[in-house]
């Protein structure tokens, strides 16, 4: 299949403060075949994009998805309260078709916000698998490991299951990582098995660090340590590609021990706002060269699983949290939702830049709207005046998922028949 997106603002990401020009793309199957100004091909589909701008779609970094059945559903606890009485006890009443469900709503929130790819922790990973396979979406997947109960060592055949079933799955789409937890879930001994696994098998780490004060008194009490000491101490970065989510609560020792590290931080900040747990250092963090991408972290919390929301969180928080509206510029919050989510989660050889020969992960936003003119800075408009609603067009691997803002590989009456359903029984029993 060849696509030609013709007369189009071109964002590529590909550099640091490239200036978006006015071109065409060429795709050809599962990858972009040129970039440039008046390209003449033959294509299956061409796409006017006159008054549009390109960009690599968007890359989630952490979330939960099937927790958008849990939407709404308890606002306004603090995180170990939220997690402990509402969002555990509803998670042991799903089944793996809900799962299934709950994954699905995410993935088309997401096609319709302009994510094309996302790192997801949770449980019955085939079931988001499958999800995966027929939305059309890029994926990271992890078996979250928890390891307070007395089965964490089924849970450790279950993720090497998800990792042999399905790594490269779904037309390569597909990739995995291992997820203990947290340190407040992870003890040391299992901890260092599934770093140690890790290793031996060359799959990244997707873990929470650092998301609350309350964290960082846990493991002082337990260990004397901060929970990114404790990391180190357990040799989670001699090797390994880490993704760690939050990185909230770090102290100047605690950043300059992730200096150089392989992976980074996804910062989500509209779930660390909306649960009260803090703002994450992250322009010392970036201040290092650690690679810090943006993610949404589960609906449950963040509300929306829209990474423009985040993009401009992300920027705000840092500008507030300095007095310094020069913190996060527009280009660096766009960089930390494409390319830089990207290295995190491992598939920056593939996607997150517009570039020849990289794998067609590409969004077009509709620009005739009257909170994206005028047209002074494209970047700007796309940082802080967009948000999903924008996005009129979603491809991923050269397949278009969504085309004039209708999703094509999702039936959405069957699917919010599905979820106004399971999410009553999930949440209220009935
Ligand atoms: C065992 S699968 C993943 C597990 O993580 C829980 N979770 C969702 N959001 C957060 C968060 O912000 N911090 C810590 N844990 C979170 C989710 O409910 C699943 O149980
Ligand atoms: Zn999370």
């Given at each position: 299949?060849?696509?030609l997106i013709k007369n189009v603002w071109i964002l590529t990401m590909k550099e640091q403060d490239q200036i978006p020009f006015v071109g065409d793309i060429l795709i050809d199957g599962d990858q972009i075949k040129e970039i440039a100004e008046g390209i003449i091909s033959p294509a299956d589909e061409i796409i006017e994009g006159k008054g549009m701008a390109a960009m690599p779609g968007?890359?989630?970094?952490?979330?939960?998805?099937?927790m958008s059945l849990l939407r709404g559903f308890s606002d306004d606890l603090k995180l170990m309260n939220w997690l402990e009485t509402k969002m555990l006890p509803a998670e042991e009443r799903m089944t793996p078709e809900d799962i299934y469900w709950g994954a699905k709503l995410s993935m088309a929130e997401m096609i319709r916000s302009g994510t094309t790819a996302f790192a997801d922790m949770y449980i019955h990973m085939n079931e988001i698998a499958n999800a995966v396979q027929e939305t059309g979406l890029r994926a990271s997947l992890t078996r979250g490991l928890v390891f307070m109960e007395?089965?964490?060592?089924?849970?450790?055949s279950e993720a090497l299951d998800l990792i042999d079933r399905w790594s490269g799955g779904a037309e390569s789409r597909i990739t995995t990582m291992l997820g203990p937890h947290s340190p407040?879930?992870?003890p040391p001994e299992p901890l260092r098995e599934v770093i140690e696994l890790a290793e031996k098998r060359a799959i990244s780490v997707h873990m929470h660090l650092a998301e609350t004060v309350e964290e960082v008194v846990?493991?002082?009490n337990n260990y004397n340590m901060t929970p990114t000491e404790y990391l180190v101490h357990n040799g989670m970065f001699e090797r390994n590609h880490v993704l760690l989510a939050h990185a909230v609560h770090l102290n100047r020792r605690d950043v300059m021990l992730l200096q150089g590290m392989r992976g980074g931080v996804s910062h989500n900040p509209v779930s660390n706002l909306k649960l009260g747990c803090g703002i994450a250092p992250v322009t010392e963090m970036?201040?290092?060269g650690i690679t810090v991408g943006l993610g949404t972290d589960g609906a449950g919390s963040a509300a929306t699983v829209d990474m423009y929301e985040e993009i401009k969180a992300a920027a705000w928080l840092q500008k507030v949290d300095y007095g310094d509206p020069a913190r996060l510029p527009a280009h660096q919050a766009l960089r930390m939702a494409t390319v830089e989510s990207a290295k995190l989660l491992n598939i920056s050889h593939e996607t997150g830049t517009l570039e020849v020969g990289k794998k067609a992960d590409v969004i077009l936003i509709d620009l005739n709207k009257p909170h994206l003119q005028p047209i002074h800075n494209l970047i700007s408009l796309l940082a802080f005046s967009a948000n999903g609603g924008d996005v009129d067009t979603t491809i991923v691997n050269g397949k278009i998922l969504m085309r004039n803002r209708q999703l094509l590989t999702i039936d959405e009456e069957e699917l919010f028949r599905e979820v106004t359903e399971r999410s009553k029984r999930i949440v209220h029993g009935i």
């Open positions: 299949m060849k696509i968007l890359i989630n970094a952490h979330q939960h998805t099937p007395a089965d964490g060592g089924r849970r450790i407040y879930l992870c846990q493991i002082r970036l201040e290092l």
